[in-house]
Structures are given as structure tokens and as C-alpha cells.
Nanobody, 122 residues
Framework: QVQLVESGGGLVQAGNSLRLSCAASGRTISMYAMGWFRQAPGKVREIVAAISGSGGRTYYADSAKGRFTISRDNAKNTVDLQMNSLKPEDTAVYYC???????????????WGPGTQVTVSS
């Protein structure tokens, strides 16, 4: 079992930055692909970014390309999401997730954190 806890959410003005962090416990996550998802009110949860177990491969949704960066520190068992140039449409609950496999995954994640709220004001 892997337990995940997100932190770093909050209220920011458009154009500013936030850094989300996901702390994992229970098992080392070096063999787990990790992802960040988000769900806005009334919308389906969507993937934002993903990273392979080694960190060598990454994926970004079109909405995140050029603005967000996913990274991981397997020694610290953490995964971060640096979000720059935030827009009001980035407002959502952001979730960290782990997939039981080292390869980049876009769906079918096995473990989820409780989420952290990100609100971007215009």
C-alpha cells in the first residue's frame, strides 16, 4: 500500500505560480509511475502531468505544456508539480496518484491522495 498526501495548494492571482508537492509513504515510489490530476467543479477528473518511475519520461496535457513541470525525488519519496503562469481555468482540486508500474501511465492509477485545492483569481 502507498499513502499519498498533497500539499502546496492555495489561492493565487492569475499569472502567479504555485508548487504542489506529493509525499508518499508505505513504500518507496521509485518503481511507481506518478501523475497529477485535477478536477474542477462539474467536470470530469483529468490528467495534468505524469512521470515514469525513473523520471526519464514525462507527459503533459495540452493545457499544462509550457507552464507546468512535473518532477520527482525518489530518495525523498516525493513528486512535485511546479505551476507557472496560472490561469483562472486552472482552478480545481489537484490529486497526486501512483501507478503500480514504472512505465509512464495516463490512466488506471492505483493509489490516490485526498487532493489539494488550487484557486486562481482573475
Amino acid at each position: 500500500q502507498v499513502q499519498l498526501v498533497e500539499s502546496g495548494g492555495g489561492l493565487v492571482q492569475a499569472g502567479n505560480s504555485l508548487r504542489l508537492s506529493c509525499a508518499a509513504s508505505g513504500r518507496t515510489i521509485s518503481m511507481y509511475a506518478m501523475g497529477w490530476f485535477r478536477q474542477a467543479p462539474g467536470k470530469v477528473r483529468e490528467i495534468v502531468a505524469a512521470i515514469s518511475g525513473s523520471g526519464g519520461r514525462t507527459y503533459y496535457a495540452d493545457s499544462a505544456k509550457g507552464r507546468f513541470t512535473i518532477s520527482r525525488d525518489n530518495a525523498k519519496n516525493t513528486v512535485d508539480l511546479q505551476m507557472n503562469s496560472l490561469k483562472p481555468e486552472d482552478t480545481a482540486v489537484y490529486y497526486c496518484a501512483a501507478d503500480r508500474g514504472p512505465y509512464l501511465a495516463l490512466s488506471g492509477y492505483d493509489y490516490w491522495g485526498p487532493g489539494t485545492q488550487v484557486t486562481v483569481s482573475s
